[in-house]
């Protein structure tokens, strides 16, 4: 089955753009969900399709997809972003499977 | 807005059998375009689907599972369970329910999650 792929730590300063990767062959034929995930707390969508804000999150925080690799930005970081972050797509060639990457901490220096 | 909560036992013993549910609102569950499904998450470890419910009632799990992973629905009472017989000490985690899309093009909602622990 496929597998999707995100550095385990990215670390920035505050003010700087932080950009979480994550790749997967899946990820040429299915959409990204990106969730945020702060210690003790349920996870928070922060992006779907690929690029898009639910409603109350942040015009910082925005995405793209380059074939089998789809890319969080988050512009301006700021202490508050510091926390987990999760990618997550389906693969539904034979049957259907919800995969997660392995998450990527976020530090903010 | 839909809302979902999990409910459950917070302790369950070794090779029990665990039952959750989740109570929805604000949405039907004969949607065509989502899955109702659980993911969970052990103490310090990453997220990992364990299995979804379509409208119709087709279900998949995740394979890892072995087979051990069963979901049902009741939408009289707008509640869908997990029940995940065989239980080790690895099926303790935080266990969230979730609605989320079959084309992956729309919003997807959690339920803050029920903390399962397993010990004799």
């Known amino acids: 089955s496929y597998e999707l792929t995100q550095p385990p730590s990215v670390s920035v300063s505050p003010g700087q753009t932080a950009r979480i990767t994550c790749s997967g062959e899946?990820?040429?034929?299915?959409?990204v969900y990106w969730y945020q995930q702060k210690p003790g707390q349920a996870p928070v969508l922060v992006l779907y399709k690929d690029s898009e804000r639910p409603s109350g999150i942040p015009e910082r925080f925005s995405g793209s997809n380059s074939g089998k690799t789809v890319t969080l930005t988050i512009s301006g970081v700021q202490s508050e972003d510091e926390a987990d972050y999760y990618c997550q797509s389906a693969d539904s060639t034979v049957t259907y499977e919800v995969l997660f990457g392995g998450g990527t901490k976020l530090t903010v220096l | 807005q839909l809302q979902l909560h999990e409910s459950g036992p917070g302790l369950v013993k070794p090779s029990a059998t665990l039952s959750l549910t989740c109570t929805f609102s604000g949405a039907s569950f004969s949607s065509p375009t989502y899955f109702w499904g659980w993911m969970r998450q052990p103490p310090g470890k990453g997220l990992e689907w364990v299995g979804s419910?379509?409208?119709?009632?087709?279900?998949s799990y995740n394979p890892s599972l072995k087979s051990r992973a069963t979901i049902s629905v009741d939408t009289s009472k707008s509640q869908f369970s997990l029940t995940l017989t065989s239980v080790t000490a690895t099926d303790a985690a935080v266990y969230y329910c979730?609605?989320?899309?079959?084309?992956?093009?729309?919003?997807?909602?959690w339920g803050q999650g029920t903390l399962v622990t397993v010990s004799s």
């Open positions: 979730a609605r989320h899309p079959v084309d992956g093009d729309r919003e997807a909602y």
């Open positions: 899946v990820l040429t034929k299915q959409y």
């Open positions: 419910m379509l409208y119709s009632g087709s279900t």
